[in-house]
Antibody, heavy 118, light 108 residues
Framework: QVQLQESGPGLVKPSETLSLTCTVS????????WSWIRQPPGKGLEWIGYIYYSGSTNYNPSLKSRVTISLDTSKNQFSLNLSSVTAADTAVYYCARSGSYALPADYWGQGTLVTVSS | QSALTQPASVSGSPGQSITISCTGT?????????VSWYQHHPGKVPKLMIYEVSKRPSGVSNRFSGSKSGNTASLTISGLQAEDEADYYC????????FGTGTKVTVL
């Protein structure tokens, strides 16, 4: 059974970089798209971006200037860096797997709350 | 790339059928048969219910069905049950994925 687990700081200061890692177990990184999705408190889901196992990426145009997603196949992990954060970036961050660039995500991590505050 | 438009809330009695709409444009919903639907119970992990407009993943009840007409996709839940009470999100490809605004389903 595929499992995804997010890890990283739960508190980030404004203007700093939010960094999260998703560890994939029970399955291979190969042949899938690996996404980051977030949900601000009281709001809806927002797709942040994904990385294909080959290393190609696609980012939400509204976040593209601040987002980097990378992959470490040796550790079965992928990571999110979101720079210059503000309070608006406070959200539950999920990592997810999909078999298509259109994001039908079939496996999700449990989600991790990241708060941006000084 | 704007969020797809969904009604804020939809309600129904047990056993009834309800339909949630997801309205986009000719650049997203209207251009691709790549609409998916997620069920999200607060505090839980979102669950994929429908993909590619009308396909159900293994294990998803056949009470859930999807369709599309023009720039609007729809999710129908038939035989409404108490456990269907949740938030529902559509998602369409538009050069990159874009989610809908979300719909809260209430079982009366």
């Amino acid at each position: 059974q595929v499992q995804l687990q997010e890890s990283g700081p739960g508190l980030v200061k404004p203007s700093e970089t939010l960094s999260l890692t998703c560890t994939v177990s029970g399955g291979s990184i190969s042949n899938y798209y690996w996404s980051w999705i977030r949900q601000p408190p009281g709001k809806g889901l927002e797709w942040i971006g994904y990385i294909y196992y080959s290393g190609s990426t696609n980012y939400n145009p509204s976040l593209k200037s601040r987002v980097t997603i990378s992959l470490d196949t040796s550790k079965n992990q992928f990571s999110l860096n979101l720079s210059s954060v503000t309070a608006a970036d406070t959200a539950v961050y999920y990592c997810a797997r999909s078999g298509s660039y259109a994001l039908p995500a079939d496996y999700w991590g449990q989600g991790t709350l990241v708060t941006v505050s000084s | 790339q704007s969020a797809l438009t969904q009604p804020a809330s939809v309600s129904g009695s047990p056993g009834q059928s309800i339909t949630i709409s997801c309205t986009g444009t000719s650049s997203d919903v209207g251009s691709y048969n790549l609409v998916s639907w997620y069920q999200h119970h607060p505090g839980k992990v979102p669950k994929l219910m429908i993909y590619e407009v009308s396909k159900r993943p293994s294990g998803v009840s056949n009470r859930f069905s999807g369709s599309k007409s023009g720039n609007t996709a729809s999710l129908t839940i038939s035989g409404l049950q108490a456990e269907d009470e949740a938030d529902y999100y559509c998602c369409s490809y538009a050069g990159s994925p874009v989610f809908g605004t979300g719909t809260k389903v209430t079982v009366l």
